[in-house]
T-cell receptor, first 113, second 110 residues
Framework: KAGVTQTPRYLIKTRGQQVTLSCSPI?????VSWYQQTPGQGLQFLFE???????NKGNFPGRFSGRQFSNSRSEMNVSTLELGDSALYLC????????????FGPGTRLTVL | TQLLEQSPQFLSIQEGENLTVYCNSS?????LQWYRQEPGEGPVLLVT?????EVKKLKRLTFQFGDARKDSSLHITAAQPGDTGLYLC??????????FGAGTRLTVKP
C-alpha cells in the first residue's frame, strides 16, 4: 500500500494570504488528523476528520479549517496567514480497527514571510 | 504548557552508550505511544503501551508505562548512529484524543 501523501511539500506565503494543504490517506483509512509542528511547541493537534465529519478539534483559531471528501482525502486551509503560522503541517491517517495507530505523511513545510 | 513533558530536550552521546528518555504528565492516559521522526519525514510509530506497569522490548529499545499510566520511559541499549532522531511520546485520552510531547532530540555520534 502507498503511504500517506501530502502536497505540496514546501510552500512560501506572505502575511495575510491564505493557503490550502492536501492529504491523501492510506487506501482504506477513513480517519485523517492534522497536526502543526514547531520547534518550540512540538506537535499540536489541529483536527480529526472521519467519514467527512470533523470528530475532534484542537485549540486553534477559526482561521484554521479543514474538510474531508468522500474518498477520505482531506484538505486544511489557513486564512489570513501570520508569521507564527510557519511550521511543518503533518497529516496522519488511521483505520477503524486500530484507530490510535496513526501513519504520518512527510508533512508540508509552510514558511510565512 | 505541554500536557506531556519530555526530558531531556536534547541528548548527544557516543555510539555504544546507553540512554533513557522520559515522558511525564499529570494526566492519566488510556494508552501511550512512542514515535521516532527523522528529518524531512513524519513520525513513525515505534510502540503502543496500554497497561500500567507494562514493559515492551523492541530489539535494543525498552519501553515502560508507569503504574499510574501517567508517565513512560524509553531506554536504548548500545545506541547506534541509526538511532539518531526526534523521539516523541503521545498520550491517548479517554475520548481518543491524542496529545504529543515536544520530543527528545537524540544524536548518536559514531
Amino acid at each position: 500500500k502507498a503511504g500517506v501523501t501530502q502536497t505540496p511539500r514546501y510552500l512560501i506565503k506572505t502575511r495575510g494570504q491564505q493557503v490550502t494543504l492536501s492529504c491523501s490517506p492510506i487506501s482504506g483509512h477513513r480517519s485523517v488528523s492534522w497536526y502543526q509542528q514547531t520547534p518550540g511547541q512540538g506537535l499540536q493537534f489541529l483536527f480529526e476528520y472521519f467519514s467527512e465529519t470533523q470528530r475532534n478539534k484542537g485549540n486553534f483559531p477559526g482561521r484554521f479549517s479543514g474538510r474531508q471528501f468522500s474518498n477520505s482525502r482531506s484538505e486544511m486551509n489557513v486564512s489570513t496567514l501570520e508569521l507564527g503560522d510557519s511550521a511543518l503541517y503533518l497529516c496522519a491517517s488511521s483505520d477503524l480497527v486500530s484507530v490510535n495507530e496513526q501513519f504520518f505523511g512527510p508533512g508540508t513545510r509552510l514558511t510565512v514571510l | 504548557t505541554q500536557l506531556l513533558e519530555q526530558s531531556p530536550q536534547f541528548l548527544s552521546i557516543q555510539e555504544g552508550e546507553n540512554l533513557t528518555v522520559y515522558c511525564n504528565s499529570s494526566s492519566v492516559f488510556s494508552s501511550l505511544q512512542w514515535y521516532r521522526q527523522e528529518p524531512g519525514e513524519g513520525p513513525v510509530l515505534l510502540v503502543t503501551v496500554v497497561t500500567g506497569g507494562e514493559v515492551k522490548k523492541l530489539k535494543r529499545l525498552t519501553f515502560q508505562f508507569g503504574d499510574a499510566r501517567k508517565d513512560s520511559s524509553l531506554h536504548i541499549t548500545a545506541a547506534q548512529p541509526g538511532d539518531t532522531g526526534l523521539y516523541l511520546c503521545a498520550g491517548v485520552g479517554n475520548n481518543n484524543d491524542m496529545r504529543f510531547g515536544a520530543g527528545t532530540r537524540l544524536t548518536v555520534k559514531p
